[in-house]
């Protein structure tokens, strides 16, 4: 498996990993054979914990140079009452600025930096991906959401979309998920939605065994693999 390093998120130089994250920091992993197409993967709110970057070390080995930004300013929690107080307090700006500030520091270390990348994001991550796609369309080539979903303005996004949901999800609403389908359609956008029954949010995260479908989470990324082959590998 290819070497992983932390990073910061505007200086792309690699380093020993640390030993606790901090606000600008992300997880880097480049494959063994060399950089390749970039992926930015964006975690939920419980942190740059285990999922995330297992998630970043299996891009790799696919062939893809893929980085993890900390959104979480190094909390990394199994509380939800925790995650959901440090998504509340946290600044929006902040984020966005990091989000916007890793995508230049992934595609100076892809094998092409004037390429685009990919974007793979977890509940709130797959909310920040969505908008990042919309806010940068020149940047990134497609957009992968699990369980997460966002209502703004999308005639600007280019990159089509994958969408993994739950069968039963009371973080995500039909009413949500349908007007974000619209929205999409109503634009005239690229984009496939995957419901998965039996799961319910967070069921692609290994590291909430409360949540995690094992199956559905294999079919997902299966389904992740083959669209970001697509679109990234041509």
């Given at each position: 498996?290819?070497?992983?390093?932390?990073?910061?998120?505007?200086?792309?130089?690699?380093?020993?990993?640390?030993?606790?994250?901090?606000?600008?920091?992300a997880y880097l992993v480049v494959p063994d054979e060399g950089p390749g197409p970039g992926?930015?993967?964006?975690?939920?709110?419980?942190?740059?914990?285990?999922?995330?970057?297992?998630?970043?070390?299996?891009?790799?080995?696919?062939?893809?140079?893929?980085?993890?930004?900390?959104?979480?300013?190094?909390?990394?929690?199994?509380?939800?009452?925790?995650?959901?107080?440090?998504?509340?307090?946290?600044?929006?700006?902040?984020?966005?600025?990091?989000?916007?500030?890793?995508?230049?520091?992934?595609?100076?270390?892809?094998?092409?930096?004037?390429?685009?990348?990919?974007?793979?994001?977890?509940?709130?991550?797959?909310?920040?991906?969505?908008?990042?796609?919309?806010?940068?369309?020149?940047?990134?080539?497609?957009?992968?959401?699990?369980?997460?979903?966002?209502?703004?303005?999308?005639?600007?996004?280019?990159?089509?979309v994958l969408g993994h949901f739950a069968d039963e999800d009371p973080l995500v609403t039909?009413?949500?998920?349908?007007?974000?389908?619209?929205?999409?359609?109503?634009?005239?956008?690229?984009?496939?939605?995957?419901?998965?029954?039996?799961?319910?949010?967070?069921?692609?995260?290994?590291?909430?065994?409360?949540?995690?479908?094992?199956?559905?989470?294999?079919?997902?990324?299966?389904?992740?693999?083959?669209?970001?082959?697509?679109?990234?590998?041509?």
């Amino acid at each position: 498996m290819a070497e992983p390093s932390d990073t910061d998120g505007a200086t792309p130089a690699p380093r020993p990993p640390a030993a606790g994250s901090k606000a600008g920091e992300a997880y880097l992993v480049v494959p063994d054979e060399g950089p390749g197409p970039g992926v930015l993967v964006l975690h939920s709110w419980w942190g740059l914990g285990e999922s995330p970057r297992r998630v970043v070390e299996q891009l790799a080995d696919a062939g893809y140079t893929a980085l993890a930004p900390d959104l979480s300013s190094g909390l990394v929690t199994d509380e939800p009452d925790e995650a959901q107080q440090a998504l509340a307090e946290a600044d929006p700006n902040a984020v966005a600025a990091l989000v916007l500030s890793s995508v230049a520091a992934l595609r100076a270390r892809t094998a092409v930096p004037t390429d685009r990348i990919a974007v793979v994001g977890f509940s709130m991550g797959a909310s920040w991906a969505m908008w990042l796609a919309t806010r940068l369309p020149g940047s990134v080539s497609a957009v992968v959401a699990y369980y997460g979903t966002q209502n703004i303005d999308f005639d600007d996004l280019e990159a089509p979309v994958l969408g993994h949901f739950a069968d039963e999800d009371p973080l995500v609403t039909e009413d949500e998920l349908t007007e974000m389908h619209a929205r999409l359609l109503l634009s005239e956008k690229s984009v496939e939605l995957h419901r998965y029954p039996g799961t319910s949010h967070w069921f692609a995260e290994d590291d909430r065994p409360a949540f995690h479908h094992p199956d559905a989470a294999a079919q997902a990324w299966d389904r992740t693999l083959r669209f970001l082959a697509e679109h990234l590998r041509g």
